[in-house]
């Protein structure tokens, strides 16, 4: 974060192993964290949620889904509703061979 001033960041997550529910390799986990930092003046401050799945079939197969949605907000952009975020859907298959 070279050149940027006063940055803080934090973030907290949830992870539930759904094994006890009867679904053995199943992960639900959800995350929220927010960054700002000041950088040549213009404030900068960024949000984002993401919502994760992950599922291990066996020892060589895998997979996860993600959702996340990053909101990035720059109050000096003129207009303090500017919002130059997106949203992010994910998902991959991991095979170990």
Same mark, same amino acid.
């Given at each position: 974060?070279?050149? #940027?001033e006063n940055?803080? /960041? *934090?973030?907290?997550?949830? $992870?539930?192993? #759904?094994?006890? $529910? @009867?679904?053995? @390799? =199943?992960?639900?986990? /959800? =995350? &929220? @964290?927010?960054?700002? @930092? ?10 984002? +949620?993401?919502?994760?799945? +992950?599922?291990? #079939?066996? !020892?060589?197969?895998?997979? %996860?889904?993600s959702y996340? #949605?990053?909101? %990035? ?6 207009? $303090? $509703? +500017? !919002?130059?975020? *997106? ?7 991991? &095979?170990?061979?």
């Amino acid at each position: 974060l070279q050149g #940027m001033e006063n940055v803080r /960041a *934090y973030q907290f997550n949830a $992870s539930v192993d #759904m094994s006890e $529910s @009867g679904i053995k @390799g =199943l992960n639900v986990c /959800a =995350l &929220y @964290g927010v960054f700002k @930092g000041k950088m040549n003046a213009a404030d900068a401050k960024v949000k984002e +949620t993401d919502f994760i799945v +992950t599922y291990e #079939m066996n !020892d060589a197969l895998s997979a %996860d889904i993600s959702y996340a #949605m990053i909101q %990035d907000k720059n109050d000096n952009a003129g207009d $303090s $509703s +500017t !919002d130059a975020g *997106y949203d992010r859907f994910l998902a991959r298959l991991h &095979y170990k061979f």
